[in-house]
């Protein structure tokens, strides 16, 4: 039987390429021939990657979505367990793992080898937020009460991002990857723009600015000579550009922001946090991050009251005299800090 192409009669458009891959990947292995076509398609254009990534996880969803009158909920859920949830199909898996398309490196987390460079720790205090460039060309900036561990070797370059948050910008190295560690979990990629952020249960919260990262979950140490395996190899769940995802006991939610969303991920680089009606308690929770003496809400005040506005991170008390002002709760002064309670309570 002679291979199966796929062919183009005409040059369509990058878009057209990208799904038509994506439907001709689903369909079974590639053949060396059609391996070699779509290695030359991804080295003409750095953003043909990009769409071959983003056509997948569309044809995916296609292929999971349950029409049903309500709409649909705007996070998706991906179980990182044994029997963790794929991204994609079986054959896009096995594709991207053996092409390395979009140019992230799979597999899974190891030590460093024995020529890393010693770890240089950088810290920042609380309130306080440091752009540091990196010795590859990449630049990180912490934000308020960070601490990373930056260790480099001939192989890899790593993040050790104990506390805090982090963002980076990679200067593209094929043969390097750069990976954030947070905990168990890994965030790789090779050159793109991503912000990752050590939550208060240990785990990462990613969100991606440019190009396409990797979460992928670390293999605890390798089992005793002739003992099987605890569980399969988990697979990877990748984000592209405006997606965010946190991870929740062994659940990744994944969301897709709107352009002031991802700004709004960032004001701290100009020393501003920006609300947009968001809950009371997550906005108390954010501004604690910045300030030495916390906020603490009363059991009298409801925690879903909506908060909106931009608020500087080195002058906590405007924030105070906002809920004072504008939402009539009334802020005293306590030994376990700043206590937020009904006007008029004692």
């Known amino acids: 039987m002679s291979p199966k192409i796929f062919p183009f009669a005409h040059r369509p458009s990058p878009e057209d390429q990208a799904r038509r891959w994506i439907v001709r990947i689903d369909a079974g292995p590639l053949t060396p021939s059609e391996r070699e076509q779509l290695r030359a398609w991804l080295d003409e254009d750095g953003r043909h990657a990009q769409l071959l990534d983003t056509h997948a996880l569309l044809w995916n969803a296609a292929a999971k979505a349950a029409f049903a009158p309500s709409p649909a909920r705007a996070t998706d859920r991906v179980r990182l367990g044994a029997r963790a949830q794929r991204w994609l199909a079986p054959a896009l898996v096995a594709f991207v793992c053996v092409l390395g398309a979009g140019g992230l490196w799979l597999g899974q987390w190891s030590p460093l080898p024995q020529d890393a460079s010693p770890a240089q720790t950088i810290s920042t205090a609380i309130g306080e937020h440091r752009p540091v460039a990196l010795a590859d060309g990449s630049h990180m900036h912490l934000n308020t009460s960070s601490k990373a561990r930056v260790v480099f070797s001939k192989e890899r370059r790593r993040i050790q991002l104990d506390a805090g948050e982090g963002y980076f910008d990679v200067a593209k190295d094929a043969a390097r990857p750069f990976e954030v560690a947070v905990g168990s979990t890994i965030v790789r990629a090779v050159g793109t723009r991503f912000l990752v952020r050590r939550q208060a249960n240990g785990q990462a919260e990613v969100t991606v600015f440019e190009g396409v990262v990797e979460l992928i979950r670390a293999q605890a140490e390798a089992p005793a000579q002739g003992a099987r395996p605890a569980q399969a190899p988990q697979p990877p769940v990748r984000l592209v550009v405006s997606q965010s995802a946190a991870e929740q006991d062994h659940v990744v939610v994944l ?44 059991d009298d005040v409801p925690r879903d009251v909506r908060v ?39």
């Open 308 to 346: 909106s506005g931009a608020f500087s991170t080195r002058d906590i008390p405007v924030f105070m005299r906002s809920l004072e002002q504008g939402f009539g709760l009334r802020v005293d002064q306590r030994p376990e800090g700043y206590l937020i309670s009904r006007s008029g309570s004692r």
């Open 255 to 298: 969301r897709s922001l709107p352009e002031p969303a991802l700004e709004q991920k960032l004001a701290w680089q100009h020393d501003r946090i920006v609300f947009d009606n968001t809950p009371l308690a997550a906005a108390v929770e954010q501004v604690n991050r910045y300030g030495t003496v916390p906020l603490v809400l009363g």
